[in-house]
């Protein structure tokens, strides 16, 4: 229990802005997880978050080392939920270093997002995701239909808001 506390100090401290907080608190529950012993499930969230801190710091390095971590857990319990997340953070993470071959994360993301089909926000989010490492890379032309994908989705589903962050997206990279 105290693992899951922790982890959800760790959300808040992020969620603030306050990034090398949430960080040691996320350290702090991976230590609890450790002695624990049997909580992959929660290893993999704590693991995902603390990499997404790291690929926001820009310690790239360090992020896929993290990502690694908790994908190797989740293929082991198949969370494809959890993998979906981690393969659009790497995507994500390739384009922050300007690798145009981050595409590859997103299509396994969209694949695997495919399979968990009664839970198409989640393929709608990474279209979003997809969308914005397209335009990062210049191809603004896939970076728009992915864009467009999304908040197909998003509305479809009547995510009004998600929809919204979309439009504001595509203008804003339209500018």
């Known amino acids: 229990e105290m693992a899951r ?7 808040v401290f992020a969620g603030l802005s306050l990034p090398a907080r949430a960080e040691a608190t996320y350290v702090e ?8 012993k049997g909580d992959d499930a929660l290893e993999a ?15 790239f390095h360090e992020a ?13 319990h198949n969370q494809l939920r959890r993998l979906v997340q981690l393969y659009t953070l790497l ?4 384009g922050r270093q300007g690798d145009d071959a981050g595409f590859v994360f997103f299509e396994q993301a969209l694949q ?14 990474v279209y979003h995701e997809y969308g914005l490492f397209a335009m990062g890379m210049r191809q603004t032309e896939d970076g728009r239909a992915y864009l467009r994908r999304a908040r197909e989705i998003f509305e479809s589903l009547g995510l009004q808001a998600e929809a919204e962050r ?4 595509m203008r804003r990279s339209s500018a």
């Open 91 to 94: 995507g994500n993470l390739r």
């Open 166 to 169: 979309v439009v504001v997206d």
């Open 45 to 59: 969230f704590i693991r995902y978050n603390q990499a997404k801190l790291l690929v926001n710091g820009s310690r």
């Open 112 to 125: 695997l997002a495919r399979m968990i089909n009664r839970r198409p926000a989640v393929e709608a989010q």
């Open 5 to 11: 506390v922790l982890t959800t100090q760790g959300l």
């Open 29 to 36: 529950a991976l230590a609890w997880v450790q002695v624990a």
């Open 64 to 76: 896929e080392a993290e990502i690694r971590r908790a994908e190797r857990l989740a293929v082991k």
